[in-house]
Nanobody, 124 residues
Framework: QVQLVESGGGLVQAGGSLRLSCAAS????????MGWFRQAPGKEREFVAA?????????SYADSAKGRFTISRDNAKNTVYLQMNSLKPEDTAVYYC????????????????WGQGTQVTVSS
């Protein structure tokens, strides 16, 4: 059983940066792959980035995130991060973190646990 709480969202100007954090409860955090998804108003939820459970952290990124966003994790702190640089207005969305018990960085919606989301707004 895992509970996830996102933080770090807010209002930022285009070209700026934000770092999102997702704190997880439980003693088995290191077994879970972690992912970030986002949902803009009127649009479907979409994959952003994911990281594997094992040491070394194999990662996967959406094309829109490559070169700008970086996912990382600190298993000692039960926390996953999403560093977002060069933000654009089209990045505006509610960002959700998710945990997957299979330990692989899935790009799909088949995650076991989801956070409540944190709002990111990028102004032009």
């Amino acid at each position: 059983q895992v509970q996830l709480v996102e933080s770090g969202g807010g209002l930022v100007q285009a070209g700026g940066s934000l770092r999102l954090s997702c704190a997880a409860s439980g003693r088995t955090f290191s077994r879970y792959a972690m992912g970030w998804f986002r949902q803009a108003p009127g649009k479907e939820r979409e994959f952003v980035a994911a990281i594997s459970s094992w040491s070394g952290g194999a990662t996967s990124y959406a094309d829109s995130a490559k070169g700008r966003f970086t996912i990382s994790r600190d298993n000692a702190k039960n926390t996953v991060y999403l560093q977002m640089n060069s933000l654009k207005p089209e990045d505006t969305a509610v960002y959700y973190c998710a945990a997957d018990a299979n330990g692989r960085p899935s790009r799909g919606p088949d995650y076991d646990y989801w956070g409540q989301g944190t709002q990111v707004t990028v102004s032009s």
